[in-house]
């Protein structure tokens, strides 16, 4: 596979069931990140992970949790969501965390649904 | 602090018709600007992006954009729309520090027969 791939596609969970978002990278890259977007809401940067070391937590609830195992690989650990964390998670990587002209390239993102 | 507004949250053209989204920038230092799409039910894919070379970018599917300072503006034109145009578009300026995106709230183009 190329790309950014993500797993699952769609989830649906209840506020107090703990799950996992898994994103992984085949392009080489050493940063990696996670977004959500909502409906009417432009992204919101949410992590950002820079040779597996995390370089940015955007105010996040802890009920997120990311995980970098290596540069390939991201996970998001989720744990007694609420229904207003219902959205689409992006997972994006670049080729470092430096900004400028470096472009993000996304993954298909994974759509949740918290009951 | 780096902002993008994108003006017009839904844009409708004819098929065959001229697209233009508009999108405005602020920021202190020179920018970085893109243009993302996304089609429904999948990711961003990058369109083209500014990085202080030429101020006229051409990006894949016949879409450009022009850098003007003067206006602090990236707006996105193509010449003749397709139906396979139809999707959502977002503009973004990179802070140049941390890899952080700063994306407009993004625009939806329909492309009606």
């Known amino acids: 596979e190329t790309g950014v791939t993500q797993t699952p596609r769609h989830l649906v969970m209840g506020m107090t069931n703990k799950k996992s978002l898994k994103c992984e990278q085949h392009?080489?890259?050493?940063?990696m990140y996670w977004y959500k977007q909502s409906a009417k809401k432009p992204l919101e940067l949410m992590f950002v992970?820079?040779?597996?070391?995390?370089?940015e937590n955007n105010s996040v609830p802890s009920r997120f949790s990311p995980e970098c195992p290596n540069s390939s690989h991201l996970f998001l650990h989720l744990h007694t969501l609420q229904p207003e964390d219902s959205a689409l998670y992006l997972c994006?990587?670049?080729?470092?965390?430096?900004?400028?002209?470096?472009?993000?390239?996304f993954g298909p993102g994974t759509r949740l649904t918290v009951l | 602090a780096q902002s993008v507004t994108q003006l017009g949250s839904h844009v409708s053209v004819s098929e065959g018709a001229l697209v233009l989204l508009r999108c405005n920038y602020s920021?202190?230092?020179?920018?970085?600007l893109f243009w993302y799409v996304q089609y429904p039910n999948q990711g961003l894919q990058l369109l083209l992006k500014?990085?202080?070379?030429?101020?006229l970018v051409k990006g894949i599917n016949g879409f450009e954009a022009e850098f003007k300072k003067s206006e602090t503006s990236f707006h996105l034109t193509k010449p003749s729309a397709h139906m396979s145009d139809a999707a959502e578009y977002f503009c973004?300026?990179?802070?140049?520090?941390?890899?952080?995106?700063?994306f407009g709230q993004g625009t939806e183009l329909s492309v009606k027969p």
């Open positions: 973004a300026v990179s802070e140049g520090q941390g890899g952080k995106l700063i």
């Open positions: 392009l080489g890259h050493n940063a």
């Open positions: 500014y990085t202080s070379a030429a101020t």
């Open positions: 920021s202190s230092v020179p920018p970085y």
């Open positions: 992970y820079n040779f597996k070391e995390q370089t």
């Open positions: 994006a990587s670049s080729q470092e965390a430096g900004g400028g002209p470096d472009t993000q390239y």
